[in-house]
T-cell receptor
Framework: NAGVTQTPKFQVLKTGQSMTLQCAQDMNHEYMSWYRQDPGMGLRLIHY???????DQGEVPNGYNVSRSTTEDFPLRLLSAAPSQTSVYFCASSGPPGRVRITEAFFGQGTRLTVV | AQSVAQPEDQVNVAEGNPLTVKCTYS??????LFWYVQYPNRGLQFLLK??????LVKGSYGFEAEFNKSQTSFHLKKPSALVSDSALYFC?????????????FGGGTRLMVKP
């Protein structure tokens, strides 16, 4: 049972380059989300999805795109990397609130991205 | 909008002493509350959650948290701290009544347990 798997673990990009951070979960969770972690700011929500084909913006969506073609996968795309996007990125999955059995969010190990 | 506040950037405690990491929250509906721990260069690990019922919630590694609705708080506690408890702790909230709602995190509190 792998849980939430993120790739790559580390990445260095040049300003203006594009890349995709991969996230996959094998728990059949409907909800998936992307957060970035910056010192002193906790985790901030970038984008999220409540099911295949449905995505929405979080607190800090600018510069990032997402799609959700399957329940399992939720990639995060940086179209034109900027130094301000240097951060640690976490993908998470969970069940929705309101259900009798509430699941906590499960997190991947993170991707440390540096944009130079 | 929901929010979480962790008023202390760092908490220092001696090994064997009790510890408390503070968290207050704000949501429009009923809250789901969570504590996560992050060790260096690792992802977040779930510690415990409050959904409903008993206000004292017990979790992993001997941690517990007390939900106080009137004070909108969910402080993390442990009776006897270990050096290995040193890590970054995050409090988070979800709104029970908002089906599309994601977790909102506090800024984190670094716990330092000294021998």
């Amino acid at each position: 049972n792998a849980g939430v798997t993120q790739t790559p673990k580390f990445q260095v990009l040049k300003t203006g380059q594009s890349m995709t951070l991969q996230c996959a979960q094998d728990m059949n969770h409907e909800y998936m989300s992307w957060y970035r972690q910056d010192p002193g700011m906790g985790l901030r929500l970038i984008h999220y999805s409540v099911g295949a084909g449905i995505t929405d913006q979080g607190e800090v969506p600018n510069g990032y795109n997402v799609s959700r073609s399957t329940t399992e996968d939720f990639p995060l795309r940086l179209l034109s990397a900027a130094p301000s996007q240097t951060s640690v990125y976490f993908c998470a999955s969970s069940g929705p609130p309101g259900r009798v059995r509430i699941t906590e969010a499960f997190f991947g190990q993170g991707t440390r991205l540096t944009v130079v | 909008a929901q929010s979480v506040a962790q008023p202390e950037d760092q908490v220092n405690v001696a090994e064997g002493n009790p510890l408390t990491v503070k968290c207050t929250y704000s949501v429009s509906g009923n809250p789901y509350l969570f504590w996560y721990v992050q060790y260096p260069n690792r992802g977040l690990q779930f510690l415990l959650k409050y959904i409903t019922g008993d206000n004292l919630v017990k979790g992993s590694y001997g941690f517990e948290a007390e939900f106080n609705k009137s004070q909108t708080s969910f402080h993390l506690k442990k009776p006897s701290a270990l050096v290995s408890d040193s890590a970054l702790y995050f409090c988070a909230v979800r709104d029970f009544n908002n089906a599309g709602n994601m977790l909102t995190f506090g800024g984190g509190t670094r716990l330092m347990v000294k021998p």
